[in-house]
């Protein structure tokens, strides 16, 4: 029979045999927890309470090995109930809040320093995904005339996020229409969201002018490229290839190309933000080997937190081995995330 419960040896024992996993990637034997943490026990009844951890599903044995490595289940307890988050150390801090100055205007300067930052701190993979932009508060919309068969849509969202969007003419159009289209399209769309925009316009503009019409019509018939989020594999910000490939789990060549395939498939990665995105709401989501549904990352363990730039959210996140140092990993995901979103609200109302 499983047990579910551990008393504070086990709970010891497994603490042990897992920061001691982190450290060194090898299987950990009873002889060198009692030579290496002062638990009072000899190595006999050591091995006694790792025998029981094994049976109950915490820790496994390799068959080529006399010591013991965690599972996922051991993981889980770990992170749950015995892992201390770590404090970040000043150094890191500083490092974090120069990195993440307020004076970056671009957000994609901003998102990519994000996840290189993730990536140097943690020698992990780091993700970043730009925002869902659904949710974003129109603030205004410019049409600028590039040529007399092609215009420039520049839509201004609450939270400081700038898209562009360039559009075909059928015909010929005189300034003069485009300007006033413009301040038209301000006038009723200004304060709505995206999504509202989208569900709306037709009816918003049924009424307009026969001079407005030929603009309208352009703008109901790229409704979908105009308001609807940025394509998303443009968007996603990957770092830290080189540091995730020299962990020692990469050494066996098929693990090795099973991360390369990983970090090479874009879609994959976006798919793991998008769907563990508001897991947690405001806490850091953290999902262990098996847990993860997705079967590229079965070998994996995923940390992200969301963070936000004004109206809209999107996630950040680490892609690692599972023998990865959770307590520090966590602790910066989560520091980092809030920094963003303290960062960006700063820019957006100084």
């Known amino acids: 029979m499983i ?3 551990l008393n504070d040896r086990e709970k010891n024992i497994l603490r042990y045999v897992i920061q001691q996993f982190i450290l060194t990637a090898t299987p950990v034997g009873s002889r060198y927890i009692t030579k290496k943490y002062n638990v009072g026990l000899s190595p006999a ?3 006694n309470i790792m025998s029981d951890l094994e049976e109950s599903g915490f820790i496994d044995h390799p068959h080529t090995s006399a010591g013991r490595v965690p599972t996922d289940k051991g993981y889980r307890f770990y992170v ?8 970040i150390n000043n150094s890191e801090k500083g490092f974090i809040n120069k990195s993440l100055e307020p004076n970056i205007n671009e957000t994609d300067e901003m998102l990519r320093i994000t996840s ?11 993700c970043v995904l730009y925002p869902k932009l659904d949710t974003g508060i129109l603030e205004k919309l410019q049409i600028v005339n590039l040529s007399s068969t092609k215009i420039l849509i520049i839509i201004t ?19 003069s229409q485009i300007e006033s289209v413009q301040r038209l399209l301000n006038e009723r769309l200004s304060g709505l969201t995206f999504a509202e925009i989208r569900s709306s316009f037709v009816e918003r503009f049924k009424d307009v002018k026969l001079e407005h019409k030929p603009v309208i019509r352009l703008f109901v018939d790229s409704l979908d490229k105009i308001f609807k989020n940025i394509k998303q594999t443009d968007k996603v910000f990957i770092a830290g290839t080189k540091n995730i490939i020299k962990q020692p789990e990469f050494e066996d060549p098929q693990r090795f190309q099973s991360v390369i395939e990983l970090i090479e498939d874009r879609d994959i990665i976006i798919h793991i933000l998008e769907k563990y995105g508001d897991a947690a709401s405001d806490q850091v989501y953290i999902s ?3 847990e993860n549904e997705i079967e590229e990352l079965k070998e994996y363990s995923f940390i992200s937190k969301d963070y936000m730039l004004g109206d809209v959210s999107g996630t950040l996140g680490i ?6 140092e959770y307590s520090k990993v966590v602790a910066i995901v989560d520091y980092i ?12 109302v100084k």
């Open 288 to 290: 262990i080997g098996k």
């Open 157 to 175: 969202i609450r939270s400081g996020l700038v898209k562009t969007i360039t559009l075909e003419l059928t015909s010929d159009i005189k300034i």
């Open 337 to 348: 995330a809030k920094m963003l979103t303290e960062v960006v609200t700063y820019s957006t």
């Open 116 to 126: 290189i930052l993730l990536s140097s701190i943690t020698n992990q993979l780091a």
């Open 319 to 324: 892609i690692g081995p599972k023998r990865m």
């Open 45 to 47: 009844s050591v091995r």
């Open 80 to 87: 749950d109930s015995l892992m201390d988050i770590q404090k």
């Open 3 to 5: 047990k579910e419960e």
